[in-house]
């Protein structure tokens, strides 16, 4: 009787397990049977991303500077690979890879790796013709730049996956970039990849990039790059820049960089790894450098416009020095006595500091900070900063003296530019840009960029009296060199010491040599800024920059087919 309970017993706890399983199993395959098969079939399925083509990047006349062309990415299987070391000795000869690093992606427990992304069409061929079942090639877009190292820094480059890291292809990334596309794909019974055909097969095709179109034009582009490489190249310089600018509008005609110096080649985007990174630094917008003599205008415009200062009136710069606080600035050469279009003409310290402390430190700083000086452009390009401006409120008794000759003051290439543009306009400061449009082929988001004006930073009326001044600087003052042929033209040379970085006093061997300006001087169509860093012999600029500017000048406005202004020495009226 015990033993056939126990028995009872044992079927009983069968059957409630049979039963248990029998309501899980109904649980599952009806209840639960539409989640578990989009679980199934999620797990069977895989999301390839489908790469947009990038936009292209024209110059303002629809020359193409940056393009997308279609290339071959070679990848491995290695699930398929039975012989990785033999595959990766082959490989390495065609793809010139280490065969070690080649094998040790082959010997993987991955099912896809890649082995060289983007290569020559001719390596692409030979690795189609050696047939290996763990090798394939998948097509990509690679970013070309047919002009190599023209307006290299302006452009900036990409990584290798389709994303912007300088210049406009970064700050422009979103609009060039497009939208990523995908295939819903599935998985086989080794975890291979597959793309099923027939009506169930989903995807969404990318959306291409939009075009951009710059202000910047090749032709004058190269003449700029081509002057002041020579120039670099006659000095010795570690580098420079030269930025030439509509006056009227903001936009920026051509910026050339220079980082290399003294023989090395200039950043040529299509190879971004052959060079450092201080070497596609955009320094035109990036650093600050003490603009010496160059920034004495500003002083000029600021007595001028106050109406402290006449143009005509004498200053006697005779003694050669002053003394401003505990310290003494002299001049490079001693002058007599001088009117206040030859103290600026002649660049004498000693006049423009006696012309300074009549202004005032709070009046002079107003105007350092109307002309746009200590904070960004906001030129539509990467890595942009604000110079170095102090607050008048914490100058030191030498500190407007100092100012006033252009020391004690951090200014960037692009705000010097967009200053003397805003003294060639008759005193509006404009915002300086770089693309003039973005371009949608379909014509949906497409947008056009209008010349924006920050500001007044002093009348017409001083303009005017600064644009003969300036124009004397370069008729018979230090920028002599700057005239160009048949043109009028007005500018400020300057010749700044450096920073020794081991003393932290000013250096007796590095200086900065600049000169900027704009032509024809009556009517300017061209504002011209040129900067050479450290050069070596003769650093004077009016020896090393002013002569820049008039190869320049000369051939930008012969390229613009603007009719000379001043032949034989006879000025001529020309139309605004």
Same mark, same amino acid.
């Given at each position: 009787?015990?033993k056939?309970?126990r028995i ?8 409630l397990?049979f039963g248990?399983?029998a ?5 599952l395959?009806?209840l639960e049977r539409?989640?578990?098969a989009?679980r199934a079939?999620r ?5 390839v991303k ?6 292209t990047?024209?110059d303002r006349?629809?020359r193409e500077l ?6 071959d990415?070679v990848?491995g299987?290695p699930?398929?690979a039975d012989?990785p070391?033999?595959?990766a000795?082959q490989?390495?000869?065609?793809l010139?890879?280490?065969?070690r690093a080649?094998e040790?992606?082959?010997a ?5 790796v890649w082995?060289s ?9 030979k690795v189609?013709e050696?047939?290996?079942?763990e090798?394939g090639?998948l ?7 047919p002009?190599k190292?023209?307006a290299?820094?302006?452009l900036?480059f990409i990584s290798?996956?389709?994303e912007?890291?300088?210049?406009v292809e ?7 970039r497009?939208?990523n596309g995908?295939?819903?794909?599935e998985?086989?019974a080794?975890g291979?990849?597959?793309?099923p055909g ?10 291409p990039?939009?075009d951009i179109?710059l202000t ?8 700029a790059?081509?002057?002041?490489d ?10 420079g820049?030269c ?5 009227r ?6 910026l050339?960089?220079?980082?290399t110096?003294?023989g090395?080649?200039?950043f040529?985007?299509?190879?971004p790894q052959?060079y450092? /990174? =201080?070497?596609w630094?955009?320094? &035109?917008?990036?650093?600050a450098f003490?603009p010496?003599? $160059?920034?004495k205008? %500003?002083?000029a415009a600021a007595?001028i416009?106050?109406?402290i200062?006449h143009?005509l009136e ?6 050669g020095?002053?003394?401003?606080a ?6 490079a ?11 600026i ?5 000693v006049?423009?500091?006696?012309a300074?402390l009549?202004v ?13 000086f ?12 604000s110079g170095l401006?102090?607050?008048y409120?914490?100058w ?8 006033a000759i252009g020391q004690e003051i951090?200014v960037?290439?692009i705000?010097? /530019? =967009?200053?003397f543009?805003a003294? &060639? ?8 840009y $770089?693309v003039?449009? %973005?371009?949608d082929r379909?014509?949906r988001d ?11 930073a002093v009348?017409e ?12 600087a370069v008729?018979?003052?230090t ?6 042929a048949?043109f ?5 040379t300057?010749?700044?010491q450096?920073i020794?970085p081991t003393t ?6 590095d200086?900065v040599?600049?000169?900027v ?11 011209i800024?040129?900067?050479v860093?450290s050069p070596?012999?003769?650093v ?7 002569p820049?500017?008039k ?6 406005? =012969?390229?613009l087919?603007v009719p000379?202004?001043d032949?034989g020495?006879?000025m001529?009226?020309v139309?605004?």
């Amino acid at each position: 009787m015990e033993k056939r309970g126990r028995i009872l017993t044992v079927f009983l706890v069968l059957g409630l397990g049979f039963g248990l399983v029998a309501l899980r199993l109904v649980h599952l395959q009806v209840l639960e049977r539409s989640a578990l098969a989009l679980r199934a079939e999620r797990q069977q399925e895989r999301m390839v991303k489908l790469e947009p083509k990038r936009g292209t990047i024209y110059d303002r006349m629809g020359r193409e500077l940056a393009v997308s062309v279609e290339m071959d990415s070679v990848y491995g299987v290695p699930s398929r690979a039975d012989r990785p070391r033999a595959v990766a000795q082959q490989l390495s000869r065609i793809l010139r890879q280490d065969p070690r690093a080649l094998e040790s992606r082959l010997a993987s427990d991955k099912h896809f790796v890649w082995l060289s992304r983007k290569v020559e069409p001719s390596k692409a061929e030979k690795v189609k013709e050696l047939g290996f079942k763990e090798v394939g090639l998948l097509l990509e877009t690679r970013r070309f730049y047919p002009k190599k190292n023209l307006a290299g820094p302006v452009l900036g480059f990409i990584s290798m996956d389709n994303e912007g890291l300088e210049g406009v292809e970064l700050s422009y990334d979103k609009a060039l970039r497009g939208v990523n596309g995908w295939v819903l794909a599935e998985k086989d019974a080794v975890g291979r990849t597959v793309f099923p055909g027939g009506p169930g097969f989903q995807y969404k095709l990318p959306q291409p990039g939009k075009d951009i179109i710059l202000t910047v034009d090749e032709v004058i582009q190269h003449i700029a790059e081509k002057e002041l490489d020579k120039a670099l190249l006659d000095t010795r310089a570690k580098g420079g820049v030269c930025i030439v600018m509509n006056p009227r509008t903001g936009e920026v005609l051509a910026l050339s960089v220079r980082t290399t110096g003294r023989g090395r080649p200039a950043f040529n985007p299509n190879v971004p790894q052959q060079y450092k /990174a =201080a070497e596609w630094r955009n320094r &035109a917008v990036t650093d600050a450098f003490e603009p010496g003599s $160059i920034f004495k205008p %500003i002083l000029a415009a600021a007595a001028i416009e106050e109406r402290i200062v006449h143009p005509l009136e004498r200053f006697d710069c005779s003694t050669g020095s002053i003394k401003v606080a505990d310290r003494v600035i002299s001049d490079a050469k001693k002058h007599g006595v001088l009117t206040f279009t030859d103290v600026i003409a002649e660049s004498s310290n000693v006049g423009t500091i006696k012309a300074a402390l009549r202004v005032g430190k709070e009046r002079f700083y107003k105007y350092i900070t109307a002309f746009g000086f200590g904070r960004k452009t906001d030129i539509d390009l990467p890595g942009e900063i604000s110079g170095l401006v102090k607050d008048y409120r914490l100058w030191s008794g030498v500190s407007i003296g100092s100012i006033a000759i252009g020391q004690e003051i951090g200014v960037t290439p692009i705000q010097m /530019a =967009a200053a003397f543009s805003a003294i &060639a306009n008759g005193g509006t400061l404009m915002k300086p840009y $770089i693309v003039s449009e %973005i371009v949608d082929r379909d014509g949906r988001d497409g947008k056009k960029m209008t010349p924006c004006a920050v500001g007044r930073a002093v009348s017409e009326g001083t303009c005017k009296a600064l644009n003969k001044i300036l124009q004397r600087a370069v008729e018979s003052g230090t920028g002599q060199k700057a005239k160009p042929a048949g043109f009028t033209a007005a500018g400020k040379t300057g010749t700044a010491q450096k920073i020794d970085p081991t003393t932290g006093k000013y250096s007796k061997q590095d200086y900065v040599s600049s000169f900027v300006g704009f032509v024809p001087a009556e009517a300017p169509r061209l504002v011209i800024l040129v900067m050479v860093d450290s050069p070596e012999g003769v650093v004077w600029g009016g020896s090393v920059a002013a002569p820049v500017f008039k190869a320049v000048a000369e051939q930008g406005l =012969a390229y613009l087919q603007v009719p000379p202004d001043d032949v034989g020495g006879r000025m001529l009226l020309v139309a605004r």
